[in-house]
C-alpha cells in the first residue's frame, strides 16, 4: 500500500475550519472530532477514527509513505497513529520499478492519495482517490485491505 499524508490522513479542509491556529485552534479542532497536532513545524488535522483506520490498513499489508513529508511522515504523525516506521516511497523512478514488480508478482498494489481524479497511468494498481471528500474514510477502502492478511 502507498500511502500519503495531506489530504489522506491530514484533513486539509479541518484545518482551514479551526484557523487562526493556535491554542483556541485545539479547543474547535476538538469540536470537529480533530486532533491538532505538530509536525516539523506544520498543523495537522488528524481525524479521531484515523489512527484505528489506518492501523487497522496497516496490519493488512506492507505499506510505504508515498508523500512530500518523505521521512518526517514517520515522526510526528506516525507516532500520533500508532503505526510505522514505514519505508518511503519519493522517487519516481523508485515507485514505478516498486508497483510493476508487484503487479507481476501478483500482489494487490493500492494506493491511497488525494489524486483529484488525476490518476496515474498503472495497470494493476487499485486506486483510492480522497481528492473529493479530503480525507480518507472506512468506507473508501477496497474490499482486497480488509481481506484477512494471507
Known amino acids: 500500500m502507498l ?3 495531506d489530504g489522506v ?3 486539509l479542509g479541518a484545518v482551514m475550519k479551526v484557523r487562526p491556529l493556535g491554542d483556541e485552534a485545539e479547543i474547535r479542532a476538538k469540536h470537529l472530532g480533530i486532533d491538532l497536532i505538530r509536525s516539523h513545524g506544520f498543523w495537522v488535522a488528524i481525524p479521531d477514527s484515523m ?4 492501523q487497522e490498513l496497516t496490519s493488512q499489508c506492507d505499506t510505504y509513505w ?3 513529508w518523505r521521512g518526517k511522515a514517520n515522526d510526528e504523525i506516525a507516532q500520533h497513529l500508532g503505526v510505522g516506521p514505514f519505508p518511503v516511497v519519493d522517487d519516481c523512478a523508485k515507485r ?3 508497483i510493476d514488480d508487484a503487479v507481476e508478482a501478483g500482489r494487490p498494489v493500492v494506493w491511497i492519495q488525494d489524486f483529484k481524479g488525476k490518476m496515474p497511468q498503472f495497470d494493476g494498481v487499485t486506486f483510492v ?6 480525507v480518507l474514510r472506512w468506507s473508501d477502502i ?5 481481506e484477512p492478511a494471507a
Open 51 to 54: 489512527p484505528s483506520l489506518i
Open 9 to 11: 490522513i491530514n484533513d
Open 3 to 5: 500511502l500519503n499524508i
Open 129 to 134: 482517490d480522497t481528492g473529493d471528500q479530503g
Open 96 to 98: 514505478t520499478e516498486m
Open 66 to 68: 508515498c508523500t512530500t
Open 142 to 146: 477496497p474490499e482486497v485491505l480488509l
